[in-house]
């Protein structure tokens, strides 16, 4: 008895399964073509996502190289791939409609390979894993992070001068030495060099380690040494500006020192991976398998669950934009006077071109300003919740921010407020802002509520209108915030229902 000769490559039927293969891929593209050019403008512009551009070539590449393995393994329809193409557009679709550009941006990666899994089979699936994991590393994530690597960079910096014996004062994430004052900032935070280590590290793991075990903890390991060596980067360009009495470091040099470390680290980091390399194996390669193909019907079926969910999307948001009712200029409030915002003027930032009124109230001694920033409809770039809308700009504002957190007010009408303590940068005076978000006749203090209640609006057909919307006081010493909350609070009372009453007044014309 003699084993059955291997199958010869079937040109038309890999010619088939490659133009379909194609066509699912534009459908997806094309559905989530707004989600792919932000990931690009991304990539453009942004140092620390700049490697998506690298993420697909590397990805085909891989693919290449294990052609053969592919060419010896089944190909077949996995009908239970529709399942994960049905959720992910899904998701995708509620991320569209609550204007969450990376989730948006994660249902496409997820929907390109369930949709080649279900072309090309699970048996390929099995062997092409990593550079179809591979692909996920393209869209821009982990920006939420920042703000805790800027906090713990701080963090370690002022302990380890201190056990340098150098005296420091901090105030949230700057502080003074006796050679000068500095602030860790976004650039600091380390993001740059952990997504190009989880990138780089991910790679080589995959391609020198065989246990999946192995890589993942190589992967893990990168990332740690990456944390750690942002952290000793910062702590180095403070020490060398401290020791040259601020004539190192200071500027370009300061990128400069950065970038060589970062690439001495890495240079380290494959050194030591490099000792538990795994010897290289032949694939042992089984005979042709006879393969069945993607029929024409199985591609209709695909194509038809791919466009669902953008179906649904476009009806959903077919809605015109609300404006702000006029009268909220002129809000008038009982046994509150109307007059100008304390000074120096407080210029929150906010993304794209929301409709802004802003105004103050004084009862007795009591002066409290407010500030309404209102998105008639939310979209990429038009949205209240965005990276670009903050309080302050770091180093660029004449105020700086000391803490911040989440608490109750006492208000029926606003029950939680984000309560912001901020320090002027020339003087003792603090600010007490309390900030909330209204959306679809409800009021949210945090993200996830403010995207499910724009949801909510536009599955309702009320459309994703909302309003940013601000309360504060200026005192004179960080001693006085105390007296803040009351102040605030009487302030709130009287305030809050009249104006969500304006709103909702936008709502229902």
């Known amino acids: 008895m003699t084993a059955s ?6 040109p038309l039927l890999y ?5 379909f293969a194609g066509l699912a891929v534009a459908s997806i ?10 990931m690009i403008g991304i990539w453009q512009t942004s140092d620390t996502y700049a490697h998506g551009f690298l993420v697909a070539p590397v990805a085909a590449y891989l693919v290449f190289g294990l052609r053969a393995r592919l060419a010896a393994a089944p190909q077949q329809v996995a009908p239970w791939a529709l399942l994960p193409v049905v959720l992910a557009g899904a998701g995708g679709a509620l991320a569209q ?11 496409m990666v997820v929907l390109l390979v369930c949709a080649l899994w279900f072309l090309v089979g699970t048996a390929w699936l099995k062997i092409a894993w990593f550079p179809c994991l591979f692909l996920f590393l393209a869209v821009p994530f982990g920006d939420e992070l920042t703000p805790i690597l ?11 001068l201190r056990v340098s014996g150098v005296p420091v004062y901090r105030e949230g994430t700057s502080f003074v030495i006796p050679s000068g004052s500095w602030s860790v900032v976004t650039a600091c935070s380390g993001m740059r060099y952990l997504m190009a280590t989880i990138t780089v590290g991910s790679l080589f793991g995959y391609l020198n380690y065989r246990s999946p075990w192995k890589q993942g903890l190589f992967v893990l390991f990168a990332i740690g040494v990456a944390i750690l060596a942002n952290w000793l980067r910062a702590y180095g360009i403070v020490m060398v500006a401290h020791l040259s009495d601020m004539r190192l470091a200071t500027g370009v040099d300061h990128l400069i020192y950065g970038w060589v470390f970062f690439g001495l680290i890495i240079f380290l980091l494959m050194s030591v991976g490099g000792l538990w390399r795994d010897p290289e194996l032949a694939p042992a390669l089984t005979p042709l398998a006879r393969q069945s193909g993607v029929t024409l019907p199985a591609l209709l079926v695909l194509l038809l669950a791919l466009q669902v969910a953008p179906l649904i999307v476009r009806a959903s948001t077919a809605r015109p934009p609300l404006a702000l009712a006029e009268g909220v200029p002129t809000l008038q409030l009982d046994h509150w006077e109307v007059v100008p915002a304390p000074a120096p003027t407080f210029s929150p930032q906010y993304a794209g071109t929301p409709t802004l009124r802003q ?14 920033a209102w998105y008639a409809q939310q979209s990429q770039g038009e949205e209240l919740l965005n990276h670009a809308n903050r309080l302050v700009q770091e180093s660029k504002d004449a105020w700086f921010m000391l803490r911040r ?3 109750t007010t006492g208000s029926a009408a606003v029950p939680k407020v984000i309560q912001t303590v901020l320090k002027a ?8 802002v309390w900030q909330w978000y209204w959306l679809d006749g409800a009021t949210a203090t945090n993200a996830l509520a403010v995207k499910w209640l724009g949801v909510r609006g536009q599955l309702r057909g009320q459309g994703n209108a909302g309003a940013a919307v601000l309360a504060y006081v200026v005192l004179d010493t960080e001693d006085d915030e105390a007296s803040a909350v009351p102040q605030l609070r009487g302030f709130l009372n009287a305030f809050a229902a009249p104006l969500q009453a304006q709103f909702a007044a936008s709502l229902a014309r």
């Open 97 to 107: 409609l609550a204007d969450i550009a990376s989730l948006q941006q994660l249902a």
């Open 5 to 10: 000769p291997a199958l010869p490559p079937q």
């Open 359 to 372: 105004g103050a109230f004084r009862q007795s001694e009591q002066t409290l300003g407010w500030q309404v």
């Open 15 to 19: 010619g088939r399964l490659a133009l």
């Open 29 to 38: 593209l094309l559905a989530f073509a707004g989600a792919l050019r932000q």
């Open 425 to 432: 940068r020339d003087s003792e005076r603090v600010m007490v």
């Open 150 to 160: 800027v906090e713990h960079t701080a963090d370690f910096v002022v302990a380890a």
């Open 405 to 407: 957190r989440v608490r």
